[in-house]
């Protein structure tokens, strides 16, 4: 039982590239989250699904765009990457309601 | 939007003693106040979580009191240990559609053998 997989793991871009980071999970889970955690910092929220065919913005959505592809993916993707958005990014899941959501192992990207 | 606010920002603990870390948020309309442990380089991890129609729980040496009154929870961890060493992140939601979490800033507490 894998839970919440991200891919890549690691990720260096130039500014202006993009790219697209992959959340997985095999937990059932109605809802899913993107987050980034810059150094030092707490976790912000980028978007968010809370079921499969919606997605609403969190704090921090300048920049970024998301896909749930399904119920199991949901993905962030960076149209045009800067500086700013180096940071690690987790993904996350949950039941619906007050459920605790489980993250994945992260994808720390580096934008130069 | 939801406000969250953790102190203090470090805390250094002899082994054995205790820890608290406090939160405060500005939603009372929150209802769901779960805690993380993120140890270096890794995910954050769910340690325990306590829901608006309880005002304490506990899990062995870990334990979270809220005062829905005053807008507070916090966390006490007894008897630490130094793999207790990490950061420690409260949170809070209404649990509405999403279940979006509103994150504190985070304690790195250090247990110093």
């Known amino acids: 039982n894998a839970g919440v997989t991200q891919t890549p793991k690691f990720q260096v871009l130039k500014t202006g590239q993009s790219m697209t980071l992959q959340c997985a999970q095999d937990?059932?889970?109605?809802?899913m989250y993107w987050y980034r955690q810059d150094p030092g910092m707490g976790l912000r929220l980028i978007y968010y699904?809370?079921?499969?065919?919606?997605?609403d913005k969190g704090e921090v959505p300048n920049g970024y765009n998301v896909s749930r592809l399904n119920k199991r993916e949901f993905s962030l993707r960076l149209e045009s990457a800067a500086p700013s958005q180096t940071s690690v990014y987790f993904c996350?899941?949950?039941?619906?309601?007050?459920?605790?959501?489980?993250f994945g192992d992260g994808t720390r990207l580096s934008i130069l | 939007g939801e406000n969250v606010e953790q102190h203090p920002s470090t805390l250094s603990v002899q082994e054995g003693d205790s820890a608290v870390i406090k939160c405060t948020y500005s939603?009372?309309?929150?209802?769901?106040f779960p805690w993380y442990k993120q140890e270096l380089g890794k995910r954050p991890q769910l340690i325990i979580d306590?829901?608006?129609?309880?005002g304490e729980k506990k899990d062995q040496r870990i334990a979270v009191t809220l005062n829905k009154t005053a807008k507070h929870f916090s966390l006490h961890i007894t008897e630490t240990q130094p793999e207790d060493s990490a950061v420690y992140f409260c949170?809070?939601?209404?649990?509405?559609?999403?279940?979006?979490?509103?994150f504190g800033g985070g304690t790195r507490v250090l247990v110093k053998p």
């Open positions: 937990m059932n889970h109605n809802s």
């Open positions: 939603d009372s309309a929150s209802n769901y």
């Open positions: 699904s809370a079921s499969e065919g919606t997605t």
């Open positions: 996350a899941s949950s039941d619906v309601g007050n459920q605790p959501q489980h």
């Open positions: 949170a809070a939601s209404k649990g509405a559609a999403g279940n979006k979490l509103t």
């Open positions: 306590i829901r608006s129609n309880v």
